[in-house]
Nanobody, 114 residues
Framework: QVQLVESGGGLVHAGGSLRLSCTVS??????RSWHRQAPGKQRELVAT??????TTYADSVKGRFTISRESAKTVVLQMNSLKPEDTAVYYC???????????WGLGTQVTVSS
């Protein structure tokens, strides 16, 4: 059973930065995206990274967040110029390189105070 572990969340003032990490237990699983879910809202896509490290971003984070692959098992989301509306639980998503599927971590809380 795959394990995805998100870390790096916390409380930060508006304008601050946080660096989130997502690590997968086995490199047969490929991390492909970060998502977030604010209270009372649906989970939304934040950023994606493909197997050749092409990236995409939600309009709301473009120019402020950067997704990057540190290793075969770790993907990082660097978040700068944080806003109160970025407050949410952040999740990463992965798939099995052969079998596909969709796997989630338990999330890490990000809180941005105004």
């Amino acid at each position: 059973q795959v394990q995805l572990v998100e870390s790096g969340g916390g409380l930060v003032h508006a304008g601050g930065s946080l660096r989130l990490s997502c690590t997968v237990s086995d490199s047969i699983f490929n991390i492909r995206s970060w998502h977030r879910q604010a209270p009372g809202k649906q989970r939304e896509l934040v950023a994606t990274i493909d197997t050749i490290d092409n990236t995409t971003y939600a309009d709301s984070v473009k120019g402020r967040f950067t997704i990057s692959r540190e290793s075969a098992k770790t993907v990082v989301l660097q978040m700068n110029s944080l806003k109160p509306e970025d407050t949410a639980v952040y999740y990463c998503n992965a798939y099995h390189r052969i079998l596909g599927g969709s796997y989630w971590g338990l999330g890490t809380q990000v809180t941005v105070s105004s």
